[in-house]
Structures are given as C-alpha cells and as structure tokens.
C-alpha cells in the first residue's frame, strides 16, 4: 500500500512538472519569443497616447481616457476608436523582420531623414518617437527607427496605412454618443410636435398620446441614432447657428440613459446638398447628416405606434378560444405546444403553431379609431377570440365585417381600428388545416 501511495505521488509530481514547465513554461517561453521579436515590445493596452506627425499636416494628438480616445491636437473631439484601435493592433503585431545598423539620424536609402510619418508613442511615464520611412522592393515592408537609435528595422507597411489619415480620419463620426439597450427615455420635436417615450419592460408613448409603442419602430429609430455618422464636419468654430438653420431646428431627439438625469441630444436644421446641418450641443462642431437619419426624426405618430391586435406574447397563454358563427375551437398551450380541447373530433391532438397562431400574431391595424368605437349597438362579431393567461386574467379581441371593412378591438383596452382583408383571412383556418400528421414536419 505504501508502494502504491508513494507511486502515486511521484506520478503527480511528474504530471504537475509536465503541465508547468512543459505545457505553461512552452507558453510563456513563446510568448516571451514574440516580445523579443516584436517592434515595440508592448502590448496594445499599455499605449496611452499617440501623435502623428505628417509633412504639410497638422500633428494629431490622441490620447487614452478611461476606455476610450479623444483627439486633444489640433482641436479636442472624440476620436474613433475603431481607427485608433487598428493602428495600436498593428503596432502590437509589427516584428523586427530585419536589423540594419545605420547612422544615428538613419540613412536617406531607407527614407528616414526626411520620414513619411513620424508617431511619438506613450506608454504610461514612457515616450518613444518612431521614424517611419520608404518602403523595401516589395512594397510590403517599410523602414523604421526609433529617434535617438542606430538601428534600422524592417516591419509591416501596414503600421503606415493605419496611420495615414488626416484629421477627419481619426475623429469620431458619431452623432450621439449613447448605447440603445441602455436608453430609458426619448423626446422628439419635429413637424408634429413633441413625442415622448419612456421604457419599462417595453417601450411605451406618453405624449401626445398613453399608449404601447411598436418596439420595432422605436428599436429602429435608435439604431439609426446610435450608428449615425457626420457626413462631413462643416465647422468648428461656427460663429452663428442661424445660417446653419439651427437655431430653431426642423427637428430633434434627446436620449436618457439608465440611471443618468442627462439627457444626449441631437438637433438637425437645413438642408445642404441633399444632407442636413447637424449640432449636439454637447459638442461644437456643426456637421452634416444623410436625410434617412432626418426621416427617422420626423416620421410620424403613426409609425411609433403599437400596430399589434393581438398583443399577447403566446407563452403566457394557457387557452385559446375561437368563435366563428356556429364553429368553436379550443386549445390549450402545454409544455411548449398547442393541444385540441375542441372540436371532439380532433381533442388531444397537436396542432401546429405556424399554421395558426404565427399568422394570428401578425396581424397588424392599419388605422386607429381615437377613443375606440363610439358605436351603442355593435353588430356580433364575426369572429372572437378568448385567450385566458397564466395569471388567471383573459384577453378578449373581436373582429367584425362592415360592408368593406374589417374591425378588429381589443375587449379590455378599448382600443378598436381596421384591418386589411388579407388580415382577417388569417382567422378563417379549418381545424383539419392545423392539427399535427405524421408527415415529418418540424413543430412549433
């Protein structure tokens, strides 16, 4: 037994010797390889700051805060973290391909007393100045040194391309900063005046009227927001707002976020060349927008709107009735399923939910009667569905045909509007059509 133990142990110990010098030691030794081997020897999360120089162009500083850049040179902006975080990618990934020992001020064969760009690179209290000059015969490498440095090294031209760009090019073309799945509140002012939304669970109109919104819709108009970007940046110092027609806008939006009183907001004034002067006053800059982001900002009521009849998400459903005429079908939802209660003929069986309830969950208004009807004697309708929930309540929806058209309400709200007829066919399944065979099919 003692052997066996003491077998044992020597077994683990070897196994722990493997796995740390061997397997961990294997990991480190080759990521200490690539350290040697590399340009800058730094690791993208260690730069802090950059400035490019470039002949004939203003020198653009850009410097880390918290986990994004600004620019701080020639103007102070957002810069565009994407841009910014390709260039510290390729300062990362650059090797020392090839050593030449040169004069400290470099060569004019490798193009560094005269260099293309010139990047002074902060790490932390570090400042190191890189050279960067004429590329190899391939056109693939570049030559580069360090200021202060004998040393020529042979690297990636792609450290040039990321780098090469003018103000505009690292500037953030953002027009609002804000994140959508964290927006709580929205305010438009446009032609029809001003629309108010707020988010619970869902997003809902407060003004001008108290009602569900189309998640869709507003999901839409703040994924517009969110990816807008400035066309072009028309000013920087704009001594006026009027000639740009934003000192009383066509139209604006202002955001809130979740757990924040501020408000971001965007303001859009006259038309330019088929784009729109834009401002967040927030910032200085005047810039221009594409008109589908002003779309977004002065589409109606209508398009924020809940369409939804049927606005009971199925999975808090334990019954569904319908009524038409002398016909009556019952299901229950059990277990993720659709099973027959009625007709008798049918009880037990499965029916298939995209061949009835998907169909019945698109249904959308097409118009709103404001206040609901205002009829004393509704005819019967034609069609009822009774949907009774988890929570023990029940949600009525009546549809009914008058002449040409087709009203579809919602018992409980009130709420009451037309449907197309296209719409109202969705209703008028046979239970032959939906119940499950053995025919291979997916269920849902």
Known sequence: MKKIVALLVVFLGLAAFVYFYE????????????????????????????EVSRSGQQDVLLIKEGEGWTIQEPIETAADKASVEALLRKLEEARRDRTLDVET???????????????????????????????????????????????????????????????????????????????????????????????????????????????????SLLSALQYGEAQDFVSDQPEELRKYGLDSPRASIRVRHEGQDRWSELEVGKEVDGNYYARNPDRIPIFTVKEDLLSKLTQDLWALRDKDVINVPQEQIVQLKIRREEDEIVLRREDSKWIVEEPEAQRDQEAIGYKFWYPMDDIKYESVEEGGSTSESAPEPDVELILTLKDGGTRTFTFTQEDDEIVASQQESGREGMISSESFEKLQFKIEDIVSSNDGQVRF
Do not use: H
């Open 105 to 219: 001020d470099g060569s004019e064969a490798y193009g560094l007393k005269e260099p293309r760009l010139t990047l002074k690179i902060l790490t932390g209290d570090q400042e190191r100045t890189l050279r960067i000059g004429g590329k190899d015969y391939t056109g693939n490498k570049t030559y580069v040194q360090f200021a202060g440095a004998s040393e020529v090294f042979l690297t990636s031209d792609e450290i040039y391309t990321s780098a090469d760009k003018d103000l505009k090019g690292w500037r953030s073309k953002k027009v609002l900063f804000f994140e959508s799945d964290k927006t709580q509140g929205i305010e438009i002012d446009g032609p029809e005046g001003q629309i108010r939304l707020t988010r619970g669970e869902d997003w809902f109109l407060e003004e001008p009227i108290s009602e569900r919104a189309d998640q869709n819709a507003v999901s």
């Open 23 to 50: 397997i961990e030691g294997q990991k480190k030794r080759e990521e200490a390889k690539e350290l040697e081997e590399s340009l800058l020897r730094t690791k993208q999360e260690e730069f802090t700051g950059l």
